[in-house]
T-cell receptor
Framework: AQTVTQSQPEMSVQEAETVTLSCTYD???????LFWYKQPPSRQMILVIR??????QNATENRFSVNFQKAAKSFSLKISDSQLGDAAMYFC????????????FGTGTSLTVIP | DTGVSQDPRHKITKRGQNVTFRCDPI?????LYWYRQTLGQGPEFLTY????????KSRLLSDRFSAERPKGSFSTLEIQRTEQGDSAMYLC???????????FGQGTRLTVV
């Protein structure tokens, strides 16, 4: 089974600064999808950004961008110009293209934004 | 609101009782998932439906757990003879097809006392 590892249980960033959250994964597949989800306290999980493994270009969504290193099986999330509303748990997730019936999630990184 | 809806949001039950949770996915989504999330952990896959067919079940889904999705619309997750270890957040998600992200509901928090 695929595994997703987030080695940073907690991170903090000053408001307006940049922070990078790390994620590595283990798979023998070549075609898959990677996601970053955000889960604010007591609120539902929402998608932040998505990356298709066949695309070499890193995905970007406004202040959020990823550094996808396929050979290294690394998928980090960069948050620029951090805002107080970015404070949340962030989960990295993997989904197979061929047998994509489930997502595999990491254990999450709790991000604190310091005013 | 046309997002994924879960009911109830919170449930407290005594050990040994049965509980049932409901999930209403986004209307055009044919794929529906149940996940369990415990404190400090990421969501763990429980089961998956495509339309009304339950196509995959995790080893985590013991015989006390059963899920249904009649007519491929809403889904229910029932836990029989609840145990304290069943205390967790139960998340439902739906998606349109395999190549897309899943949209999550707000979850049902179960506490077994």
């Amino acid at each position: 089974a695929q595994t997703v590892t987030q080695s940073q249980p907690e991170m903090s960033v000053q408001e307006a600064e940049t922070v990078t959250l790390s994620c590595t994964y283990d798979t023998s597949e070549s075609d898959y999808y990677l996601f970053w989800y955000k889960q604010p306290p007591s609120r539902q999980m929402i998608l932040v950004i998505r990356q298709e493994a066949y695309k070499q270009q890193n995905a970007t969504e406004n202040r959020f961008s990823v550094n996808f290193q396929k050979a290294a099986k690394s998928f980090s999330l960069k948050i620029s110009d951090s805002q107080l509303g970015d404070a949340a748990m962030y989960f990295c997730a993997y989904r197979s293209h061929n047998t994509g019936n489930q997502f595999y999630f990491g254990t999450g990184t709790s991000l604190t934004v310091i005013p | 609101d046309t997002g994924v809806s879960q009911d109830p949001r919170h449930k407290i039950t005594k050990r040994g009782q049965n509980v049932t949770f409901r999930c209403d996915p986004i209307s055009e989504h044919n794929r529906l998932y149940w996940y369990r999330q415990t404190l400090g952990q990421g969501p763990e896959f429980l089961t998956y439906f495509q339309n009304e067919a339950q196509l995959e079940k995790s080893r985590l889904l013991s015989d006390r757990f059963s899920a249904e999705r009649p007519k491929g619309s809403f889904s229910t997750l029932e836990i029989q003879r609840t145990e304290q270890g069943d205390s967790a957040m139960y998340l439902c998600a739906s998606s349109l097809k395999a190549a897309t992200e899943a949209f999550f509901g707000q979850g049902t928090r179960l506490t077994v006392v």
